[in-house]
């Protein structure tokens, strides 16, 4: 919902003629149906919103009354069969509602949902989540954090992980500035080596170029892969040219550098590794299975290979 003090037109909701009193327009959800098939079969992973910034209609304090009730079962009911979806409570929500409001609607979402999607919900600028870090129906923080640098990027994703302490999920959804190109691509991957996932602001995907999909889509692959869920971020193991570096210690490492000639780890055990490097900006791939003493250990990429590197190392 995009009307009602959110950025949008009075029309930008789901409602019949843009009317709340006349309860959600079938045609509406017919349409969005369509789109969220499609993404679905193309395995795009869909952020729902029910509010945008500001956007407010019912004026129930920290509760969630009869009519928002029925607004929440209603989009939920109908779109939970989506493999894709993440419900989203609100965009910077602190503008209109309390943080016992949005609890409230989560449990909404929650009491709906039988198929158990995840749940966040978005804030202004910042990195605290301390006041829905412990409720059991959000799990998610969308984070909106705008600094400049990839660097930056990734510092203030490493902090949000810590205070996560596995209590729920990191997505950088909104940074401003962020770019397209090399400096895009490297603020993605700084800020998934910290553990979190992350979307990029302002680009509309029907003029982004081509390229910075290919990029998004890399990165994806390689993590996925990697089985990054079991990690989290270990920047005290990095060694040689090795910029970030996200673990499961002992088993499995992600390795990366904007600009290195070759990546390291620190305290590695002794052991058999499979070794996966990833050219970052060509996409080129290579493998290797080696041997190493203990200790800490730096590796030579394939010559063929750029200086933005990522390597997955694994020990057999």
Not at 18 to 42: C, M, R, S, V, Y
Not at 60 to 74: C, D, L, W
Not at 186 to 211: C, E, F, R, Y
Request: proline letters at 3%.
């Amino acid at each position: 919902m995009r009307s009602h003090g959110g950025d949008g037109t009075a029309d930008q909701n789901p409602f019949v003629g843009g009317n709340p009193a006349l309860g959600l327009d079938a045609k509406i959800l017919d349409q969005w149906e369509q789109w969220f098939t499609a993404l679905d079969d193309a395995g795009v992973i869909m952020h729902f919103f029910l509010y945008d910034d500001s956007a407010s209609i019912w004026s129930t304090g920290n509760t969630v009354g009869a009519a928002e009730r029925a607004f929440v079962k209603g989009l939920v009911g109908r779109f939970k069969h989506h493999r894709g979806i993440v419900w989203v409570v609100a965009e910077e929500y602190e503008e209109r509602f309390s943080a016992a409001r949005v609890s409230a609607l989560a449990a909404e979402i929650r009491a709906a949902d039988d198929h158990r999607h995840p749940i966040g919900v978005h804030k202004l600028d910042g990195l605290s989540f301390a006041e829905l870090a412990t409720d059991p129906n959000v799990d998610q923080f969308t984070i909106q954090y705008n600094k400049a640098t990839a660097a930056e990027l990734h510092s203030g994703m490493v902090t949000a992980f810590r205070d996560a302490a596995g209590r729920y999920n990191l997505n950088l959804s909104e940074a401003a500035s962020h770019g397209s190109g090399a400096v895009a691509r490297q603020k993605n991957w700084a800020a998934a080596t910290a553990g979190a996932h992350v979307m990029a602001l302002g680009w509309d995907i029907a003029s982004t170029p081509v390229s910075d999909l290919q990029d998004c889509g890399r990165l994806v692959r390689f993590m996925r892969a990697a089985r990054f869920h079991r990690m989290a971020p270990h920047d005290e193991l990095r060694a040689g040219g090795t910029q970030y570096v996200l673990a499961a210690p002992g088993q499995g490492y992600v390795a990366y550098a904007a600009s290195a000639g070759n990546l390291g780890l620190k305290a590695l055990a002794a052991g058999s590794y499979q070794l996966e490097w990833l050219d970052v900006a060509s996409g080129a791939t290579s493998s290797a299975t080696i041997t190493v003493a203990a200790g800490d250990r730096t590796f030579a990429p394939p010559v063929s290979f750029g200086s933005e590197l990522a390597l997955w190392v694994e020990r057999k």
